[in-house]
C-alpha cells in the first residue's frame, strides 16, 4: 500500500508517531498488549536471494539491550533452519539492515525489550519471470560486506541457482517465515515472556541508580512551549511513562517549579527514552580499510528528539525526590488573553500553532499583519515577524477560542504598533507532486495539512502550461534536480505520466517568479531552482567525495538570524537535519541574503561527520535570493523531514506567510542582520 501522505515511510514513522495508522498499533505494542515478538514483513530482497532474514548487520545501537539482539539472531536462524528442512533456497541474512536505527517498525521494538524480525522477499511483480542460471550475478554487496551468489557461505548457506520467480513463490517464502517464527516462539513461549519482564526489570534498576536518573522538561523555560508538550506526547505515544510535579523540588542544585514534566529512566522503556533524548555517535564506518564512508542503513546516524524539536531538556544524573502524577497526554500550554483590544491582539512568532492561528483567523475573514521589527506591548517585548491581529466583527471570540484551543499567550493591543507592519493575505499556496512519487512531498503536504495551511497540488502539467499565476508561493520538496526536470523516461510508465516540469516549465517558472512569486525548495531542489533561475548561487558540496564530506542523516549545529523575514521566530541556534545535504556558495550578495549558516565549530550535535568543519564551517544553509518582482529561498537541509525538525518549520512558514503580503516589495526588499 501507498500511504496517502508518506508512501512505505509509514514504516518509518515509529517514534514520532505522527500518523494515525502508526498510532493505532504502537499503542497495541507499548500500551496494551506488549508482544515479545513482532514480525514486520517486507519486500524485496536483493536479487537473486529468494527472501532476507534475520541475523542482521553491525553496527548495534548500545542503548538495545542484548538479550533483544540475541532474541533476533535465534529467531532468525530458526526461520533459517526450516526453509532448509522444506529445501527452499535463497536465504540470506547478515546484509544492508542493521540494528542501530530506532524508527521503523522491526527496529523501534528494540528500544522497548522486544525482538523486531524483519523479512523481504524477492519478486514484487505480479507477472512471473524466467532468471536463466547463467545470468545471475557472481556476487552481491551491501556496504562492506560482499557475498558469493554461487558459492554457500555462513550468511547465504544455500545459493538459488535460477528459474522462475512466481509472486506465489513469494509468498510462500512469506509463509514459511511467519510459521518459522511462531514455531520458536511458542516453543519458548515462557522464555520470551520471562525475559521480556527481566530486560524491564533491569532498565528499571539501571534507571533508578543513576546517569541519568531522570529529565527535566520546564513547562515555562522553553523558545515553543507546544513543542515541548509535543514532545511529551511523542514520548507518551512510544509507552514511555511522564510525570508532572505536584510540588516545587530540588534536582541538579536547582529548584524547580510545580508543572515540571518529568521522565525517570527508572522505567521498563528505559532504552527508547535514553535514545530519543541522548545524542547519537554512530561508529566510524568504511567500505573497506582506508577507503569511503559505509552509509548506515537508511541513511539515518543521529535523531535526538530534544534538538529536532528545539526542547530545552534539562539530563539530571543524580537520584533526586519530587512529588509527581502520572501523564496520560499532557494538555496544551497554559493560554491566556490580557490587555486592551481597542485595536486587536499580538502573538509571537516563536510558537508554530501561531501559525495554525493566523491561517484560522485568516479562513474567517480577520485582518492579520505582519510586524518587521521588534517592539513591546502591555509590557511584553515581541521579536520580529510577531503576528498583530486587527479587530473586527467576532474577532474577539475567535481569538480567545483560538488561544485555549493552541495554548497561545495572546496581547491584546490599544493602538497599532509603532513599527511597519504589512497586511497579510491568505497565500496562495501550491505544492508540486511529481509522477515519480516522493515521499518527502507527502511529509510536507502532512505538514500543510496539520497547520492548516490551504494547499493546491501541481503537476508537471501546470508548469507545462504556466498556470501559476493563481499561486503567491510553490514549494519543491526536496528531490534531484534532474528527477524534477525529466521525471520518468518515455516507455517507463504509461504516456500521461512520463516526463517532469520540462523546459517549457522551466521558462513559465521562471516568468512567474519575476512576476512577483516566491519559490521554496528544499534540499536538493535547490540545484534545480539555481539552474532554472540562474540564480547567482553555487552547490558548495556537489564536487567533494565522499572520503572528504559525509554527513548521514545527523544534525548539525546551525545559526538563524532571526531578524529576516524568512527566519522570523526561529531558534538563533538550533538543528538543521543534514542528510548529505547542501551548503550554499553566494556569489551576488546584491542579490542573495543569508538567513542560515552552519555553525563556525561543533558542528555536529548527534550522528555521524565527515569533514563538516572543514566545507560546513560558517557556510550558508539557508538563502534569500531576489529575481525580479519575486524571490527563491533555499533550505539547503531537510527543514521538515518526516516531520521530525519541528524546530526549522518556522523557514518555510514564514516564507508562506509573506507570500500572502499584500506589499510584497516590503518584505522581499527587507534584509536581516547576517552579512
Same mark, same amino acid.
Given at each position: 500500500?501507498?500511504?496517502?501522505?508518506?508512501?512505505?515511510?509509514?514504516?518509518?514513522?515509529?517514534?514520532?508517531?505522527?500518523?494515525?495508522? !502508526?498510532?493505532?498499533?504502537?499503542?497495541q505494542l507499548w500500551e496494551e498488549w506488549y508482544p515479545q515478538i513482532i514480525f514486520n514483513h517486507h519486500q524485496h530482497s536483493p536479487f537473486p536471494t529468494r527472501i532476507f532474514i534475520p541475523p542482521?548487520?553491525?553496527?548495534?545501537?548500545?542503548?538495545?539491550?542484548?538479550?533483544?539482539?540475541?532474541?533476533?539472531?535465534?529467531?532468525?536462524?530458526?526461520?533459517?533452519?526450516?526453509?532448509?528442512?522444506?529445501?527452499?533456497?535463497?536465504?540470506?541474512?547478515?546484509?544492508?539492515?542493521?540494528?542501530?536505527?530506532?524508527?521503523?517498525?522491526?527496529?523501534?521494538?528494540?528500544?522497548?525489550? $522486544?525482538?523486531?524480525?524483519?523479512?523481504?522477499?524477492?519478486?514484487?511483480?505480479?507477472?512471473?519471470?524466467?532468471?536463466?542460471?547463467?545470468?545471475?550475478?557472481?556476487?552481491?554487496?551491501?556496504?562492506?560486506?560482499?557475498?558469493?551468489?554461487?558459492?554457500?557461505?555462513?550468511?547465504?548457506?544455500? @545459493?538459488?541457482r535460477g528459474g522462475w520467480s512466481r509472486l506465489s513463490e513469494s509468498m510462500d517464502y512469506h509463509l514459511v517465515s511467519s510459521i518459522g517464527a511462531l514455531d520458536i516462539g511458542s516453543r519458548l513461549?515462557?522464555?520470551?515472556?520471562?525475559?521480556?519482564?527481566?530486560?524491564?526489570? $533491569?532498565?528499571?534498576?539501571?534507571?533508578?541508580?543513576?546517569?541519568?536518573?531522570?529529565?527535566?522538561?520546564?513547562?515555562?523555560?522553553?523558545?515553543?512551549?507546544?513543542?515541548?508538550?509535543?514532545?511529551?506526547?511523542?514520548?507518551?505515544?512510544?509507552?514511555?511513562?511522564?510525570?508532572?510535579?505536584?510540588?516545587?523540588?530540588?534536582?541538579?542544585?536547582?529548584?524547580?517549579?510545580?508543572?515540571?514534566?518529568?521522565?525517570?529512566?527508572? $522505567?521498563?522503556?528505559?532504552?527508547?527514552?535514553?535514545?530519543?533524548?541522548?545524542?547519537?555517535?554512530?561508529?566510524?564506518?568504511?567500505?573497506?580499510?582506508?577507503?569511503?564512508?559505509?552509509?548506515?542503513?537508511?541513511?539515518?546516524?543521529?535523531?535526538? *528528539?530534544?534538538? $529536532?524539536?528545539?526542547?530545552?531538556?534539562?539530563?539530571?544524573?543524580?537520584?533526586?525526590?519530587?512529588?509527581?502524577?502520572?501523564?496520560?497526554?499532557?494538555?496544551?500550554?497554559?493560554?491566556?488573553?490580557?490587555?486592551?483590544?481597542?485595536?486587536?491582539?499580538?502573538?509571537?512568532?516563536?510558537?508554530?500553532?501561531?501559525?495554525?492561528?493566523?491561517?484560522? *483567523?485568516?479562513?474567517?475573514?480577520?485582518?492579520?499583519?505582519? /510586524?518587521?521589527?521588534?517592539?513591546?506591548?502591555?509590557?511584553?517585548?515581541?521579536?520580529p515577524g510577531a503576528f498583530v491581529v486587527e479587530a473586527g466583527s467576532g474577532t474577539e471570540a475567535r481569538v480567545r477560542t483560538m488561544a485555549e484551543e493552541l495554548g497561545l499567550r495572546v496581547v491584546?493591543?490599544?493602538?497599532?504598533?509603532?513599527?511597519?507592519?504589512?497586511?497579510?493575505?491568505?497565500?496562495?499556496?501550491?505544492?508540486?507532486?511529481?509522477?515519480?512519487?516522493?515521499?518527502?512531498?507527502?511529509?510536507?503536504?502532512?505538514?500543510?495539512?496539520?497547520?492548516?495551511?490551504?494547499?493546491?497540488?501541481?503537476?508537471?502539467?501546470?508548469?507545462?502550461?504556466?498556470?501559476?499565476?493563481?499561486?503567491?508561493?510553490? !514549494?519543491?520538496?526536496?528531490?534531484?534536480?534532474?528527477?524534477?526536470?525529466?521525471?520518468?523516461?518515455?516507455?517507463?510508465?504509461?504516456?500521461?505520466?512520463?516526463?517532469?516540469?520540462?523546459?517549457?516549465?522551466?521558462?513559465?517558472?521562471?516568468?512567474?517568479?519575476?512576476?512577483?512569486?516566491?519559490?521554496?525548495?528544499?534540499?536538493?531542489?535547490?540545484?534545480?531552482?539555481?539552474?532554472?533561475?540562474?540564480?547567482?548561487?553555487?552547490?558548495?558540496?556537489?564536487?567533494?567525495?565522499?572520503?572528504? *564530506?559525509?554527513?548521514?542523516?545527523?544534525?548539525?549545529?546551525?545559526?538563524?538570524?532571526?531578524?529576516?523575514?524568512?527566519?522570523?521566530?526561529?531558534?538563533?541556534?538550533?538543528?538543521?537535519?543534514?542528510?548529505?545535504?547542501?551548503?550554499?556558495?553566494?556569489?551576488?550578495?546584491?542579490?542573495?541574503?543569508?538567513?542560515?549558516?552552519?555553525?563556525?565549530?561543533?558542528?555536529?550535535?548527534?550522528?555521524?561527520?565527515?569533514?563538516?568543519?572543514?566545507?560546513?564551517?560558517?557556510?550558508? /544553509?539557508?538563502?534569500?535570493?531576489?529575481?525580479?518582482?519575486?524571490?527563491?529561498?533555499?533550505?539547503?537541509?531537510? @527543514?521538515?523531514?518526516?516531520?521530525?525538525?519541528?524546530?526549522?518549520?518556522?523557514?518555510?512558514?514564514?516564507?508562506?506567510?509573506?507570500?500572502?503580503?499584500?506589499?510584497?516589495?516590503?518584505?522581499?526588499?527587507?534584509?536581516?542582520?547576517?552579512?
Amino acid at each position: 500500500m501507498w500511504h496517502e501522505y508518506v508512501g512505505h515511510d509509514i514504516n518509518r514513522d515509529w517514534f514520532m508517531l505522527r500518523q494515525p495508522e !502508526v498510532q493505532v498499533i504502537a499503542r497495541q505494542l507499548w500500551e496494551e498488549w506488549y508482544p515479545q515478538i513482532i514480525f514486520n514483513h517486507h519486500q524485496h530482497s536483493p536479487f537473486p536471494t529468494r527472501i532476507f532474514i534475520p541475523p542482521f548487520a553491525d553496527p548495534v545501537n548500545p542503548n538495545i539491550h542484548p538479550l533483544v539482539v540475541r532474541g533476533v539472531n535465534m529467531v532468525g536462524e530458526h526461520m533459517a533452519k526450516r526453509f532448509e528442512e522444506l529445501e527452499m533456497p535463497g536465504v540470506v541474512s547478515g546484509l544492508t539492515f542493521t540494528m542501530w536505527w530506532n524508527g521503523g517498525m522491526r527496529t523501534a521494538p528494540y528500544f522497548h525489550n $522486544q525482538v523486531g524480525i524483519l523479512s523481504e522477499v524477492t519478486h514484487r511483480y505480479a507477472s512471473p519471470v524466467y532468471h536463466h542460471p547463467d545470468s545471475l550475478p557472481e556476487t552481491i554487496r551491501a556496504g562492506s560486506r560482499e557475498l558469493s551468489m554461487t558459492e554457500p557461505s555462513i550468511h547465504y548457506t544455500n @545459493p538459488w541457482r535460477g528459474g522462475w520467480s512466481r509472486l506465489s513463490e513469494s509468498m510462500d517464502y512469506h509463509l514459511v517465515s511467519s510459521i518459522g517464527a511462531l514455531d520458536i516462539g511458542s516453543r519458548l513461549r515462557e522464555d520470551w515472556l520471562y525475559n521480556i519482564y527481566r530486560m524491564g526489570s $533491569q532498565q528499571i534498576r539501571d534507571g533508578e541508580a543513576g546517569g541519568p536518573f531522570a529529565y527535566l522538561i520546564p513547562s515555562e523555560d522553553q523558545w515553543d512551549r507546544g513543542e515541548a508538550v509535543e514532545m511529551i506526547n511523542v514520548l507518551r505515544r512510544g509507552g514511555v511513562e511522564i510525570h508532572l510535579a505536584t510540588e516545587a523540588f530540588q534536582a541538579n542544585g536547582t529548584e524547580w517549579p510545580e508543572g515540571t514534566y518529568v521522565a525517570f529512566t527508572g $522505567q521498563a522503556f528505559r532504552p527508547h527514552l535514553v535514545d530519543l533524548m541522548e545524542p547519537q555517535d554512530h561508529p566510524q564506518r568504511e567500505i573497506y580499510p582506508g577507503g569511503p564512508p559505509e552509509p548506515p542503513y537508511g541513511g539515518l546516524a543521529g535523531w535526538t *528528539l530534544p534538538m $529536532q524539536m528545539a526542547v530545552n531538556v534539562v539530563r539530571v544524573d543524580e537520584p533526586f525526590e519530587a512529588r509527581v502524577e502520572a501523564v496520560e497526554r499532557a494538555a496544551v500550554p497554559s493560554s491566556s488573553v490580557v490587555g486592551d483590544a481597542g485595536f486587536g491582539w499580538v502573538l509571537s512568532p516563536r510558537r508554530n500553532a501561531a501559525r495554525v492561528a493566523v491561517n484560522r *483567523l485568516q479562513a474567517a475573514g480577520d485582518r492579520v499583519h505582519l /510586524a518587521t521589527d521588534a517592539f513591546e506591548a502591555a509590557g511584553v517585548a515581541f521579536d520580529p515577524g510577531a503576528f498583530v491581529v486587527e479587530a473586527g466583527s467576532g474577532t474577539e471570540a475567535r481569538v480567545r477560542t483560538m488561544a485555549e484551543e493552541l495554548g497561545l499567550r495572546v496581547v491584546a493591543i490599544a493602538a497599532a504598533p509603532a513599527v511597519e507592519t504589512v497586511p497579510l493575505r491568505t497565500p496562495r499556496l501550491g505544492l508540486y507532486m511529481p509522477w515519480t512519487g516522493n515521499m518527502d512531498e507527502g511529509w510536507t503536504r502532512f505538514i500543510f495539512h496539520e497547520h492548516e495551511f490551504p494547499v493546491d497540488t501541481l503537476r508537471n502539467a501546470h508548469f507545462q502550461r504556466g498556470e501559476l499565476d493563481a499561486y503567491d508561493v510553490i !514549494v519543491l520538496s526536496d528531490q534531484n534536480a534532474n528527477s524534477i526536470l525529466q521525471g520518468h523516461r518515455p516507455g517507463a510508465m504509461p504516456e500521461p505520466y512520463v516526463g517532469g516540469i520540462g523546459a517549457d516549465g522551466v521558462e513559465h517558472l521562471r516568468r512567474w517568479v519575476e512576476a512577483g512569486g516566491t519559490l521554496v525548495t528544499f534540499d536538493g531542489a535547490g540545484d534545480f531552482a539555481i539552474d532554472a533561475l540562474g540564480l547567482p548561487v553555487a552547490n558548495a558540496t556537489v564536487a567533494i567525495p565522499r572520503e572528504e *564530506l559525509f554527513v548521514p542523516g545527523s544534525l548539525i549545529r546551525t545559526v538563524f538570524d532571526n531578524t529576516h523575514p524568512i527566519g522570523y521566530g526561529t531558534p538563533g541556534e538550533t538543528a538543521a537535519f543534514f542528510q548529505n545535504s547542501r551548503a550554499w556558495d553566494v556569489l551576488d550578495p546584491e542579490q542573495v541574503d543569508v538567513v542560515g549558516r552552519y555553525a563556525d565549530e561543533d558542528l555536529l550535535m548527534s550522528g555521524w561527520e565527515i569533514g563538516a568543519g572543514t566545507h560546513l564551517a560558517g557556510r550558508p /544553509a539557508v538563502v534569500r535570493a531576489r529575481l525580479g518582482a519575486g524571490q527563491a529561498v533555499l533550505i539547503g537541509f531537510r @527543514p521538515q523531514f518526516r516531520a521530525q525538525p519541528t524546530g526549522t518549520y518556522r523557514l518555510f512558514f514564514n516564507a508562506i506567510h509573506g507570500a500572502g503580503a499584500e506589499d510584497r516589495p516590503v518584505l522581499i526588499g527587507r534584509t536581516g542582520a547576517f552579512e
